[in-house]
Each structure stands twice: as C-alpha cells, then as structure tokens.
C-alpha cells in the first residue's frame, strides 16, 4: 500500500465517530466513511460528491449515495473506490 493509500485509511477510520466514539447510525457512518474515500480517490471534495450523487454504469445506473444504506450494496462502492484510489496513488505525478 502506498503512502497516500495508508493516509487515506487512517482518515477513514475516523471520520464519522461521534464526540464518544459511537456512529449516530450505520448508515451515517457508512456514508462518511465512503465520502471520505471518495475524496481521497477523487483528489476533490466537489468531485467525489458529484460523483456520488449520479448514476453510475459501475453500479447498474444506481448512484453511490443510494447505495450506501445497505452493507453489501456499500461494499461494492468501497471496492470501487479503494481500487480508484490505488491506482490514482500510483500514477506518476504530473508536472505542469
């Protein structure tokens, strides 16, 4: 794993915790969790938000955010981005 990728993880993990530690709900944990996946394979909040909020071939035209109220469907979308997000880490970086 890259050392953007062990960032990303790190941020993962607790993004979403209550002030005590507790999630408000799965869901809501899910969503932030993802969220900030997102971002970090995205490079850009506003990106991943688009991203989503619109349907996506990857998931049968679903969007993201709907998908993230069940933990299987939520799996799918983190697979997707961890898989985004490794490969982006490993590109060259591109100078301008």
Partial sequence: MTDMADRGAHIIRFVGKED???????????IARLSALAELAFASRERAQRWLRRPQREFGGIAPLEMMETPA??????????????ARAQRPLRRH
């Fill in 20 to 30: 005590d530690g507790s999630y408000a709900d799965a869901a809501d944990a899910r």
């Fill in 73 to 86: 469907a939520a799996r799918q979308v983190e697979i997707f981005l961890r898989q985004l997000a490794e």
